[in-house]
């Protein structure tokens, strides 16, 4: 290997293939991939969920989840093949040669020890520094990553750090070592625009500051832009294309590039969207307040959705946008102010509502994980409020559920199945077919594409607002995805700390002037031409 | 699509899937599946099995030798010992199967319910349990075992309200995981009832768990009404139980016999091969994915 260019290849992927153990058999999941990364360069994974992103970036590590095995190839290290040694001698190389930055900082971390402890462990254990080097250390990198008080950061609790910080305290942790390689998988994925801004700002200074290679894996085309030198675009583990930035952004040559470009664009046809008869309002808040204890959740919230109309609510996690689902839902009581639906007033809690009220308002969940019951089979989910609410049973159930499947596009054979045996946009049309059974006047949508990726987000909301427009269903659509929003809103509502800062239609939302925190939202939202963040960095220096 | 609504399932139906089940079973839950057979089968033909019956005396000596006759001799009143050990069995695992099945329905009903009501509900019925288990569970069935009289329904019926707080406990706990969960808040918003999320949406759950807990159970069941027939306030004479058998034949250990712990060891293999059982089903239960 020659090793005396500026910059020496750091890591060589060749010919990976891996295969996962699936009802008995085994079936490839990565196939002949191959890849190579030099010093201080950013390589961005981009592809669809189960392209097999992931499993690529664990095997630069030289890891393999549990289930899977290597059926050929080589993943070498900085010339040392890794595949070739057994797991013992591989494992030094994690956290001090190759290093990890996983999508959930939350869920990485150990809420029970202080973050100084995690984030110098590996470098104290494997790397061989002394505890009072590698904490030196960690408050440099803190400093550099831009965290607040750098020399008090590490006292903290993870819970006592916001999102942000602590996906930022994560690549600290990767960096302690100065490992040659970074693998990031989907680190902004699970934040806001706003917070996300900030992280990507960090992890561009650190990558150039250091010189160290990386892979980036996402599947947010406008963040892999902001980030990448090259890009690989991957679909059933095989690597598509391959192409610097500037040529594979502007002109994507492959059919499959083209048509991630595409969706990316998030083009619901709202002809069928757009100017929903508004003049009947289903419901109405006026002056509502809610608290937990004596922190106010939200305060004085008057807004109004009319029959078949979207309503969409934008603002940042702790917003209070879900409370507000919540009370709308009666999971919540509101503390002041009243709630009208449909000409009447509306009973504060669920235990107070009819049951042909309960029928009129449901709710669709974030996490489909969490919403469906993991035990029950398609069929008991979607049949429950068909017998609960419409009294149906044996055949006349039966035929009503496989219309709502053909309604929601699942395939009629997945009604016997359990969520552990679906995809997660199957799942999440699981659960909006769930909704639909109980034929609703108001769906309650919390977040509900925000776990999907781009391609499976762009059907679930044309297959939303194409059900909108044959049941006359209203929406209120909660997201902090400004995207979704513009694809599909009729009306907007800009929520920033339990207060509402501005209303209005789509239109006149998206249209200057904003109101400045609408602003700082609105630019927040990466945009898909490569050097937006260089602009955000100019800008603030 | 449209027209595939008779499409043939892809999933084997229950039959096919228990066999598959059982042809992965490990060697231990096998073993123990035998063993817990053999004791269900002895059980239930204990009449046609028995060379003697339960409370026939049949020779006039009492703690005779083993012999050709006898195979294992014959006890205090000169009945036949291994005639008394078959229909042991059918008293015993009776009495404590349903024991354990009462208990194991009321504790995991009443800890799934106070994890759902929360509020004062949940603190009226926990603390209530904790009084319960503050009392020592032996000197608490003497107890009421001697103010009531002691009969066997009497017998099942403490034994199962004390031990409905362990279940409680561990339902209680459990439950109050999943009823954070989304599913449990929809089914709420739905309008179920409490009693429908605590059937059809928690206990599914917690089963796994439930289970581990319902084999350790049973065994210690076994054990107290072993231990209350031992101390003569449990299962009343002529009725053959494998506490009370060691017991009364206690005497033959001071001459070096070892009859009396075979009763013993009956109840000791049983517990294991339970739990053997017990544990396969188990890793089935808490492995989702597995059972495809």
């Known amino acids: ?541 | 699509m449209n027209d595939s609504i008779a499409t043939p399932s892809a999933i084997p139906g229950r039959l096919t899937r228990a066999r598959r089940a059982l042809a992965g079973a490990p060697l231990t839950a096998r073993f123990g599946m035998v063993v817990v057979l053999a004791y269900v089968i002895v059980a239930v033909f204990a009449p046609f099995i028995a060379p003697y019956g339960e409370v026939e005396v049949v020779s006039r000596v009492p703690f005779d030798a083993w012999s050709a006759a006898h195979p294992l001799g014959t006890d205090q009143l000169g009945r036949d010992f291994l005639s008394r050990l078959i229909f042991g069995a059918r008293n015993s695992i009776s009495i404590a199967l349903a024991t354990t099945l009462i208990s194991f329905a009321l504790g995991c009903l009443t800890g799934m319910f106070s994890a759902l009501a929360g509020g004062i509900v949940d603190q009226v019925l926990s603390r209530f349990v904790d009084a319960l288990m503050s009392v020592p569970d032996l000197i608490f069935i003497l107890m009421i075992l001697s103010i009531f009289g002691s009969s066997v329904p009497n017998l099942i019926l403490i034994i199962a309200v004390l031990t409905s707080t362990r279940f409680f406990r561990i339902s209680r706990a459990a439950a109050l995981n999943i009823t954070s969960l989304d599913f449990v808040e929809a089914a709420k918003v739905r309008g179920e009832t409490l009693l429908w999320i605590a059937v059809h949406e928690v206990f599914p759950n917690i089963l796994p768990l439930m289970l581990s807990e319902l084999g350790m159970r049973f065994c210690f069941i076994f054990l107290s009404i072993a231990a209350l027939s031992f101390l003569g306030v449990g299962i009343q004479p002529p009725t053959a139980e494998w506490g009370s058998m060691v017991r009364d034949n206690a005497a033959l250990f001071s001459m070096g016999d070892i009859t009396p712990l075979i009763p013993a060891a009956s109840i000791a293999f049983l517990a294991i091969a339970v739990n053997f059982v017990v544990d396969w089903l188990l890793s089935r239960a808490s492995g989702l994915q597995d059972e495809v």
């Not at chain 1, 104290?124 to 002394?130: K, L």
Request: neutral net charge; aromatic residues 4%; proline residues 5%.
């Open chain 1, 1 to 541: 290997m020659t090793q005396d260019i500026p910059s020496p290849l750091v890591l060589e992927i060749e010919n990976l293939s891996i295969e996962a153990r699936a009802n008995d058999s085994w079936s490839g999941i990565v196939n002949g991939v191959s890849l190579s990364l030099r010093r201080g360069e950013v390589l961005g994974l981009v592809g669809e969920s189960g392209a097999g992103k992931s499993t690529i970036g664990l095997a630069a590590l030289g890891y393999l989840r549990p289930g899977a095995r290597v059926a050929g190839g080589a993943v070498r290290l900085e010339g040392q093949d890794l595949l070739a040694l057994p797991e013992a001698a591989r494992r030094p190389f994690r956290g001090t040669k190759v290093a990890y930055v996983a999508q959930s900082a939350q869920a990485a971390f150990n809420p029970a020890h202080r973050l100084m402890d995690q984030i110098v462990m590996v470098a104290v254990e494997r790397g061989g520094m002394t505890r009072a080097a590698a904490e030196e250390r960690a408050v440099s990198l803190f400093a550099a990553l831009q965290l607040p008080e750098p020399d008090r950061f590490g006292r903290r609790y993870p819970h006592q750090v916001s999102g942000g910080q602590l996906q930022r305290a994560m690549v600290a942790m990767a960096m302690m070592c100065n490992p040659a390689l970074i693998v990031f998988d989907e680190p902004t994925t699970a934040l806001d625009v706003t917070t996300q801004v900030e992280v990507l700002i960090s992890i561009r200074r650190v990558i150039e500051e250091f010189g160290v290679a990386a892979i980036y894996i996402t599947h947010d085309l406008s963040v892999v832009a902001q980030i990448a030198h090259r890009v690989a675009v991957l679909r059933y583990g095989a690597v598509v294309e391959t192409a610097p930035i500037g040529r594979i952004m502007a002109a994507p040559e492959h059919p499959y590039t083209r048509s991630l470009w595409a969706v990316h664009e998030l083009s619901v046809s709202h002809e069928a969207a757009a100017g929903h008869d508004t003049g009947e309002a289903l419901l109405s808040l006026e002056n509502l307040s809610a608290r937990y204890g004596d922190f106010e959740v939200l305060s004085d919230i008057s807004l109004t959705l009319g029959r078949g109309e979207t309503l969409a609510v934008v603002g940042e996690s702790g917003s209070g946008k879900s409370t507000l689902g919540r009370v709308i839902t009666g999971l919540k009581a509101p503390s002041a102010g009243r709630a009208r639906y449909a000409g009447a007033a509306l009973p504060e809690r669920v235990s107070r509502r009819p049951k042909a009220l309960l029928r009129r308002i449901q709710i669709i969940y974030q996490s489909a994980d969490t919403a469906l019951n993991p035990r029950q089979t398609v069929r008991k989910i979607i049949g429950r409020p068909l017998a609960l609410y419409h009294g149906l049973r044996g055949r006349a159930r039966e035929a009503r559920l496989m219309e709502l499947l053909r309604l929601v596009e699942l395939d009629p054979a997945h009604a016997d199945r359990t969520p552990g045996q679906l995809s997660g946009g199957q799942k999440q049309r699981v659960a909006i077919a769930r909704a639909l059974a109980a034929e609703p006047e108001l769906i309650v949508c919390d977040e509900i594409t925000s776990a999907l990726d781009k391609v499976v987000q762009a059907e679930v909301l044309r297959m939303l607002m194409d059900l909108q427009a044959r049941l006359g269903v209203a929406f209120f659509f909660i997201t902090h995805d400004i995207e979704v929003v513009r694809a599909i809103a009729d009306r907007v509502v800009v929520m920033e700390r339990g207060r509402i800062v501005e209303q209005g239609s789509r239109a006149q939302i998206f249209a200057p002037p904003h109101a400045p925190y609408t602003e700082t939202l609105l630019a927040s939202v990466p945009e898909m031409a490569p050097g937006w963040l260089d602009r955000i960095i100019a800008a603030r220096a």
